[in-house]
């Protein structure tokens, strides 16, 4: 376990199995957290998205789901070294250990403004599979599949609220169909390019809870790097991070 800074004095813990990658500050920086929102993280990980929606922002309050205990217990420690550091908006941070299967079972129906997701990225059964079973989870749809985030989602949104996630370029059309089959109407779409001689890596994608169908806005592709490195733009999202926190 080790502390890594995330700006404007805002650290998290991460640990081998738990940490975050250019994918988890991308989507942190893609949602726009505005004050007063009522947030839910579904599969949170170590936090990282939470931390960063504190650091400049007062949302009403972010609950953080994982079905991990390790990665509830490094949040958990989180928000205490902030608060510890005098960063008092740590303590709106809630994790929460949960299936997000059964978030009927602990969380109300439609008062949340804002919920993010970074998923799994893999089909259960395809790919490559990490024998860390912490690994599979956070890779490998083995403990939730898109559909089952798209109705927690559901859940959770109040009318014309947002759901924000990532995902891989070739998983775009399954993530169009299931966000539509569960009332939430894609309005916000961003490729994401290594460099501008690569294909996409990533999209970004902002859906509203019954909204109506029909138009989707599609954002200028973002480039992470040129020939000197990090572009304007990743340099403005990274902030104060170290530049070795690009993977």
């Known amino acids: 376990m080790r502390l890594e800074p995330l ?6 813990y991460v640990s081998d199995t738990h940490r975050f990658s ?11 957290v505005k004050n007063g929102e009522r947030v839910v993280e579904l599969g949170t990980g170590c936090g990282t998205i939470p931390l960063m929606m504190i650091r400049e922002h007062a949302p009403k309050g972010i609950t953080a789901i994982d079905i991990q205990e390790e990665a509830v217990d490094l949040l958990t420690k989180s928000i205490a070294h902030n608060q510890h550091k005098g960063i008092e908006r ?7 250990l949960g299936d997000i299967r ?10 949340s403004d804002l919920v993010v997701c970074n ?45 924000v996630l990532c995902q891989r370029p070739e998983r775009l059309t399954d993530v169009l169909e299931t966000m539509r089959a569960h009332d939430l109407e894609p309005k916000k ?24 169908q029909g ?16 572009t304007e733009e990743m340099k403005q999202i990274y902030g ?3 530049e070795g926190h690009y993977e």
């Not at 250019?22 to 726009?32: E, H, R």
């Not at 259960?124 to 989602?153: F, M, Y």
């Not at 954002?219 to 990090?230: V, Y």
């Open 102 to 111: 059964n978030v009927r079972e602990y969380l109300p129906a439609g008062e």
């Open 119 to 163: 998923p799994p990225y893999k089909l259960s059964g395809s790919g490559i599979v990490n024998p860390d079973q912490s690994k599979i989870i956070a890779r490998h749809e083995t403990e939730c599949t898109l559909a089952d985030i798209c109705e927690a989602a559901k859940w959770l949104l109040q009318f014309g609220g947002r759901f």
């Open 240 to 242: 104060s991070y170290k």
């Open 90 to 96: 740590a303590g709106l941070i809630h994790p929460t």
């Open 215 to 230: 138009y989707m806005d599609v954002l200028p592709t973002l480039i992470i790097e040129d020939e000197n490195g990090f």
């Open 7 to 12: 700006g404007n004095g805002v650290e998290v």
């Open 189 to 212: 779409l961003r490729l994401v390019q290594g460099r501008t001689d690569k294909a996409p890596k990533l999209f970004l994608c902002e859906a509203k809870r019954g909204a109506k």
């Open 22 to 32: 250019t994918d988890t500050i991308l989507l942190g920086n893609f949602a726009a």
